[in-house]
């Protein structure tokens, strides 16, 4: 099958999927993305489509295909690569999807389940996704970090790495802040003194605090504590 009829197969779908509605509304929360290149699928349509679609040939050749148009092409592309249980195939697919991600949805989006098994390996892909020129590439890293590296596998050097970066992007600096906030949740005697010692840029600081504060992870007394260690402009 050719790449055109590929496409012209996806879009077809995407569009039988399309809610106007939910369009208009989703566009607002992606001031990156041009609202023309949003079809308007909600999460769990687009999900259910991922699931048959990946168990078909022509998904595979589908993954070959980039850049795509429309933002639920993304979106579908990085369904895709959560269905690979080769970790490797799975990390070439990422590397080569990475670099096309243009937005914080398509990017938190991606759990890449299988990487829950070479975690002992995978943190020096992280590692690498955290020092790149690309904002959603670093956001990615940082929420792997975030998602399978605050637990039982948790080490100091995991948080510092992230209180290095240095960014004018927003949406690396909100991932620093939702990843620190989560870590206060989970690890919150080891995470406080980044807090203390100001060991964060101000806006991801005080963005920090804000998100654990909202959090119904963090207890009473611990949000009464933080809200004293904001810094005042």
């Given amino acids: 099958m050719n790449k055109t009829t ?6 077809t779908r995407l569009f039988e999927l399309q809610d106007l509605k939910y369009r ?3 566009a607002k929360l992606m001031p990156t993305v041009n609202k023309e290149k949003i079809i308007g699928v909600r999460t769990p349509a687009l999900r259910v489509f991922a699931k048959k679609y990946g168990k078909t040939d022509e998904a595979k050749e589908y993954l070959q295909i980039l850049p795509h148009q429309y933002y639920e092409e993304n979106n579908l592309h990085g369904l895709l690569i959560e269905q690979i249980k080769d970790y ?9 999807f ?3 991600i243009d937005n914080w949805a398509t990017c938190d989006m991606l759990a890449v389940k299988v990487m829950k098994k070479h975690l002992d390996t995978f943190i020096d892909e992280v590692y690498r996704w955290m020092e790149s020129d690309h904002a959603y590439t670093i956001r990615f890293g ?5 998602r399978y590296y605050l637990e039982d ?4 050097e995991y948080p510092d790495k992230v209180a290095q970066i240095r960014s004018e992007e927003y949406y690396v600096n909100m991932m ?4 620190f906030a989560t ?5 919150y005697d080891k995470i406080l003194p980044f807090i203390e010692k100001q060991k964060l840029d101000v806006w991801t600081h005080n963005k920090t605090i804000q998100k654990a504060i909202e959090s119904y992870r963090i207890t009473p007394e611990q949000k009464e504590y933080l809200r004293g260690l904001k810094i005042k402009k």
């Fill in 142 to 146: 940082i929420s792997m970090l975030m």
């Fill in 98 to 100: 990475l670099p096309y």
């Fill in 6 to 11: 590929i496409i012209t197969n996806v879009q």
């Fill in 176 to 179: 620093r802040a939702w990843y």
């Fill in 153 to 156: 596998t948790f080490q100091m």
């Fill in 88 to 96: 490797d195939i799975c990390l070439e697919e990422l590397e080569r």
């Fill in 24 to 26: 208009d509304f989703h």
């Fill in 183 to 187: 870590a206060l949740a989970k690890q």
